[in-house]
Every structure is written in structure tokens, then in C-alpha cells.
């Protein structure tokens, strides 16, 4: 028999030799081939409810503008915001639509649920009743928020940044008639101003305090709240841009100028400083106007039965009240709804102003779901109210309500 002898003198054959390395190699290399199908016998259930459990698909936001913002676009903010958490999915995508308040509108009394959103960023006057429409949002949502805000989105969306209101003045005016720096100056200055001027040939009125009237918003309650009734009360003491022209405030302001202030908001104060150096324009005073804003932007989750979107969804609230992800609303000249984030700091000096004011104390924050026929009624109310004292029970009524 031939072979060579192992140590014990026996001899070891051909065939055992390589019977030996064929077990020798088998060992080294079968667990490479063997585990990954041992591993997909004992993971692949697991794995595949984890697949299955995960949403994928695109989620659509409607970013409505129903006031104006600061600087820059909500819908880019957004957008930049959501492609962050795209990164966190395998298989989701965020697409944010901007949509004018009368668009959406329509869409959405239109009942087509083909063309709905997924989530819907919005603010005042563009919803009536949320729970025929939105998802409730659980107070895990809103924790760390600012009480006020979340009380006038009312359980049916998360409010993540406001604005304020502020009047600006004419800066040789309120020198040369000792405007202050309270807004209780306010009344006496105003009831100066104003009246018959002639330009060239013609006359025409200029009005004191020019005041924006929306279906969007109440911006005269700010000043409501503060003045005492009838307090505006000379004939030309106070101009709504809708009562008496088609004119913009801003224009009336800065360029016809048949306005000697107007009750504006943080979107002016980019504005002036965008148009710094611009002779044409007036040189002003701010007076933050301090304890109410209905400029409320707020974002809610559309019915769905589909619990996977909704898992997705609930992590947009979360980072949205995130305050590394409020930080950044000074990129767009809004205020965070965070309180963890109540010490941002903006660019602008005024707006810093502003929103010091605004943080001294609660705010009366309406609620964000009214039908645009309430909020005309709410401005008609406040005009009279300043002009002439007039409906001053009503009046309370309103600051009452939003107290509750």
C-alpha cells in the first residue's frame, strides 16, 4: 500500500489526504456562502415587517400664505427643511406646493380628494371648521410650544411662527408733534394730523394712520386692545385702505404719501430697509404694537387612514418644533413658536424690537380657523370702535373670547 507514515508510523493513503483538505477548505470557506442564507432564514421575517412597516410614496404640502411673512419664502424654508428628513427614509419624498389663500380655498371646498394635500401650512381665514378636514394633533406634538398659539390652532394643527404688528411714523412729523415711544402717545399725535392738502391744482385728503382691512386679518384689534375707545376720532384721524381705495398701505405710505403712518407688520420693516437710501421713501419711527398678533402660521395633517403616512407626517411636527429648526425662522423674518427658541436674534434691529415687545407678555392670539365673512365683521368692528367708541361691549367680547 503506498502513502506516506504519520507520526504513529501509520500510513496515511491519497484519498485521506485529500478528503482532509476538502474538510480543511470546506470549514475556511463555507461559512462565507452559508451565513448569508442562514442570516435571510433567520432575519428575512424580521426584515420584511420592518419593510413593510416603513411608508414610502410622496407626501404633498401646501404652503398658503394668508399673511405676509418677513423676508424670503416659507415654501423654500420648507422645502429646504423637508429634504433634510427625505434623507432619514428610504423611499419618501416631500414635494411643497405654494398656494394662494383663494386657490387653495376653492380646492379645498371643492371635496376632490385626488387633488388634496397630504399637510397644510396656513394661517387666519382659510379654515372654518378643522374637523371636518384635519387630523387632531396630540399635545406630544405641541410640548415646549407657546401656550397662546397652540390654544388658536385648537388641538387641529401646530402653529410654528408668527408675526407682530408696528406703526411707523413719519420721523419729522412725530419730532415736530412729540410722538413718544408708547402707543398710548399714539391718540394725541394722530388727532393732529391730517385733513384738505393741496397738490399743484388739486386737493386731496390726507389721512393720519392708514390701517390695512383683509378678510385674512384683524390687524385694527392690536390697536384696539390698547386704545381707548373713540380714541382715533378726528375726521381724518384714521383710513382703512379698503373703505376709501384700492391703494395698498405701504404705497399710500411711502409714495402718494396721503398717509402720515400706517399700523404695518415685520414684513415692512424688510421692506424699509430693502429701499434703504431710497430718497423717495420716508423716513420713520416704529412703535411695536405689543399683546396681540393673529399672524399665525400653522400647519395641520389631512384625514388619512393610512397609518404609515401618518407615522411619517408626525415627524414633520417633531422637527418643526425642534429648536435647532426654529433658530432658522430669522433666515425668513418670522418668530419661533418654541419658547426654547424665544432668544433668536434677526438681522434687523427693528425686528428685534418687535419681538422683544411681543415676548413681555401673553399674547391674545384669536383662533386661526374663521371664515373670511367673521374677519370683515372683525375689522368693521374695530374701525368703529377707534373712530367713534361704538360697539365697545362687542369689542371686549372679542379679547374675552380669546382669553378663555
Same mark, same amino acid.
Given at each position: 500500500?503506498?502513502?506516506?507514515?504519520?507520526?504513529?508510523? /501509520?500510513?496515511?493513503?491519497?484519498? =485521506?489526504?485529500?478528503?482532509?483538505?476538502?474538510?480543511?477548505?470546506?470549514?475556511?470557506? @463555507? &461559512?462565507?456562502?452559508?451565513?448569508?442564507?442562514?442570516?435571510?432564514?433567520?432575519?428575512?421575517?424580521?426584515?420584511?415587517? +420592518? +419593510?413593510?412597516?416603513?411608508?414610502?410614496?410622496?407626501?404633498?404640502?401646501?404652503?398658503? *400664505?394668508?399673511?405676509?411673512?418677513?423676508?424670503?419664502?416659507?415654501?423654500?424654508?420648507?422645502?429646504?427643511?423637508?429634504?433634510?428628513?427625505? !434623507?432619514? $427614509?428610504?423611499?419618501?419624498?416631500?414635494?411643497?406646493?405654494?398656494?394662494?389663500?383663494?386657490?387653495?380655498?376653492?380646492?379645498? *371646498?371643492?371635496?376632490?380628494?385626488?387633488?388634496?394635500?397630504?399637510?397644510?401650512?396656513?394661517?387666519?381665514?382659510?379654515?372654518?371648521?378643522?374637523?371636518?378636514?384635519?387630523?387632531?394633533?396630540?399635545?406630544?406634538?405641541?410640548?415646549?410650544?407657546?401656550?397662546?398659539?397652540? *390654544?388658536?390652532?385648537?388641538? $387641529?394643527?401646530? &402653529?410654528?411662527?408668527?408675526?407682530?404688528?408696528?406703526?411707523?411714523?413719519?420721523?419729522?412729523?412725530?419730532?415736530?408733534?412729540?410722538?413718544?415711544?408708547?402707543?398710548? #402717545?399714539?391718540?394725541?399725535?394722530?388727532?393732529?394730523?391730517?385733513?384738505?392738502?393741496?397738490?399743484?391744482?388739486?386737493?386731496?385728503?390726507?389721512?393720519?394712520?392708514?390701517?390695512?382691512?383683509?378678510? !385674512?386679518?384683524?390687524?385694527? =384689534?392690536?390697536?384696539? /386692545?390698547?386704545?381707548?375707545?373713540?380714541?382715533?376720532?378726528?375726521?381724518? @384721524?384714521?383710513?382703512?385702505?379698503?373703505?376709501?381705495?384700492?391703494?395698498?398701505?405701504? #404705497?399710500?405710505?411711502?409714495?402718494?404719501?396721503?398717509?402720515?403712518?400706517?399700523?404695518?407688520?415685520?414684513? *415692512?420693516?424688510?421692506?424699509?430697509? =430693502?429701499?434703504?437710501?431710497?430718497?423717495?421713501? +420716508?423716513?420713520?419711527?416704529?412703535?411695536?404694537?405689543?399683546?396681540?398678533?393673529?399672524?399665525?402660521?400653522?400647519?395641520?395633517?389631512? !384625514?388619512?387612514?393610512?397609518?404609515?403616512?401618518?407615522?411619517?407626517?408626525?415627524?414633520?411636527?417633531?422637527?418643526?418644533?425642534?429648536? #435647532?429648526?426654529?433658530?432658522?425662522?430669522?433666515?425668513?423674518?418670522?418668530?419661533?413658536? %418654541?419658547?426654547?427658541?424665544? #432668544?433668536?436674534?434677526?438681522?434687523?434691529?427693528?425686528?428685534?424690537?418687535?419681538?422683544?415687545?411681543?415676548?413681555?407678555?401673553?399674547?391674545?392670539?384669536?383662533?386661526?380657523?374663521?371664515?373670511?365673512?367673521?374677519?370683515? !365683521?372683525?375689522?368693521?368692528?374695530?374701525?368703529?370702535?377707534? /373712530?367713534?367708541? %361704538?360697539?365697545?361691549?362687542?369689542?371686549?367680547?372679542?379679547?374675552?373670547?380669546?382669553?378663555?
Amino acid at each position: 500500500m503506498s502513502g506516506k507514515k504519520d507520526k504513529s508510523g /501509520r500510513r496515511v493513503t491519497p484519498a =485521506a489526504l485529500v478528503l482532509f483538505v476538502a474538510l480543511v477548505l470546506f470549514l475556511w470557506l @463555507a &461559512p462565507g456562502y452559508l451565513y448569508p442564507i442562514l442570516a435571510s432564514d433567520i432575519f428575512s421575517e424580521e426584515v420584511q415587517k +420592518r +419593510r413593510e412597516s416603513m411608508y414610502t410614496g410622496v407626501i404633498t404640502v401646501w404652503q398658503v *400664505d394668508t399673511f405676509e411673512g418677513g423676508t424670503g419664502s416659507r415654501t423654500a424654508w420648507l422645502n429646504r427643511l423637508l429634504a433634510s428628513l427625505e !434623507k432619514q $427614509y428610504n423611499g419618501v419624498y416631500f414635494v411643497v406646493r405654494s398656494m394662494t389663500p383663494e386657490r387653495a380655498k376653492t380646492l379645498l *371646498d371643492s371635496g376632490n380628494e385626488s387633488i388634496m394635500p397630504d399637510m397644510l401650512s396656513f394661517g387666519r381665514g382659510l379654515i372654518e371648521n378643522p374637523e371636518e378636514l384635519l387630523m387632531p394633533i396630540s399635545e406630544e406634538y405641541t410640548t415646549g410650544l407657546m401656550p397662546e398659539l397652540i *390654544d388658536a390652532c385648537g388641538g $387641529y394643527a401646530l &402653529p410654528w411662527a408668527f408675526g407682530g404688528y408696528a406703526v411707523f411714523a413719519d420721523s419729522e412729523l412725530a419730532a415736530k408733534h412729540g410722538l413718544g415711544k408708547n402707543i398710548s #402717545d399714539l391718540p394725541q399725535f394722530l388727532n393732529k394730523l391730517g385733513g384738505p392738502a393741496k397738490y399743484g391744482k388739486t386737493t386731496r385728503d390726507i389721512y393720519a394712520l392708514g390701517i390695512s382691512n383683509t378678510v !385674512k386679518s384683524v390687524p385694527g =384689534a392690536s390697536l384696539a /386692545r390698547l386704545l381707548e375707545p373713540g380714541s382715533l376720532n378726528g375726521q381724518y @384721524a384714521l383710513r382703512s385702505n379698503q373703505e376709501d381705495t384700492t391703494e395698498n398701505i405701504w #404705497d399710500s405710505y411711502n409714495y402718494s404719501k396721503s398717509i402720515c403712518a400706517m399700523l404695518g407688520t415685520q414684513r *415692512d420693516i424688510y421692506r424699509m430697509a =430693502a429701499a434703504a437710501g431710497n430718497n423717495k421713501l +420716508r423716513s420713520s419711527v416704529m412703535l411695536p404694537v405689543s399683546g396681540y398678533t393673529d399672524l399665525v402660521a400653522c400647519i395641520g395633517i389631512l !384625514k388619512t387612514q393610512d397609518e404609515k403616512k401618518l407615522d411619517v407626517m408626525h415627524n414633520v411636527l417633531r422637527l418643526l418644533c425642534r429648536t #435647532d429648526t426654529q433658530n432658522t425662522l430669522n433666515l425668513i423674518g418670522l418668530f419661533p413658536a %418654541a419658547v426654547s427658541a424665544l #432668544d433668536i436674534i434677526y438681522q434687523e434691529e427693528l425686528l428685534n424690537r418687535l419681538f422683544e415687545e411681543l415676548k413681555k407678555q401673553r399674547l391674545l392670539v384669536p383662533s386661526v380657523f374663521a371664515s373670511q365673512e367673521q374677519i370683515a !365683521k372683525e375689522n368693521k368692528l374695530m374701525l368703529e370702535y377707534l /373712530r367713534t367708541g %361704538a360697539q365697545e361691549e362687542q369689542v371686549q367680547q372679542f379679547f374675552s373670547n380669546i382669553s378663555k
